[in-house]
């Protein structure tokens, strides 16, 4: 489990567009620098009762190990080694758990986001001299003071204790592939993905919370919209959405069923994918999307 530390409207009537070198060539074989997320962290209360409300979404949960500085967690994970995690620190023990904590005096909800690399030298090189990082435990993390603090680079995380039945979600979800930020830095994450050569074109967005043209930080696994600050649901906690892939949404409909849940009207999206969208104040501080693709 990594204890460490994902894009974009118009603004201003200005389409951000960056040039498309969201891959790069190495020996004549493409590659991609930032290829999809790798791990949303969501800071719950009681890491007991979302536990058992995410289970009644339909998600199987693989229980954390034991943490020296009393972090507790569960883990919603997919194949691909994307993970969900659900994390709770009872006191402020050390750096984390300090910044835990106090988020947690504003509400439930992701306080970092990660973005995954197959290749983390390649960025450090691409970050050298132009942004201050930090290595820690295999991921690229940025100083508590910088404005990209919320997000690390990491190289996604496989366990030997993995088992195929922590892949098995009732709700046929297979993936973790879209986040929603809502921040006033557009500017400073804008300027890191260009740099990384990640790709942000308009596109519309059809939700409960935004419903227009927006901006998206295309990855080859998935995507990042960011949105103003304006639309953050819990002061200073900019991950707003997470957008899980399913590959029947009937059966998501037939476990919110189960679970005695209301199941909100469908979505319909671009390119023929439809969505459900389940409030923050059921998820625990997000706006969680399940996204069936045409």
Known sequence: MKQDRRLILLLGGIVLVVSPGAAYEKAGVQKYVVA?????????????????????LGFALKPGRWH???????HIKFKNGIELELITASQPIDTLTTEYCQSLQEGEGPVFFGLYT???????????????????SGAITFPASDLLHPLFLGTRNSSPTDKPEHFSHLNTANSLIGLWLATDNTASYVHLFQHLG?????????????????????????????????????????????????SNMDSVKAVLCKGGLQVPALIKGEGGAVSLFLSPELTHGIWLEFRKDR
């Open 68 to 74: 020296q500085n009393g972090i507790r967690n569960q």
């Open 36 to 56: 999809g997320i790798d791990h949303l962290p969501v800071v719950v209360r009681n890491l007991d009762s979302a536990t058992a409300f995410y289970r009644k």
């Open 198 to 246: 990640i790709v942000i074109r308009p596109g519309k967005v059809h939700t409960p919370f935004v419903n227009g043209t927006a901006s998206i930080a295309t990855l080859k696994e998935g995507e990042v919209v960011l949105l103003p600050a304006s639309f953050q649901t819990v002061p200073h906690h900019i991950v707003i959405g997470a957008t899980v892939r399913v």
């Open 118 to 136: 197959p290749d983390i030298a390649v960025v450090a090189r691409r970050l050298d001299r132009r942004w201050k990082y930090e290595r820690e």
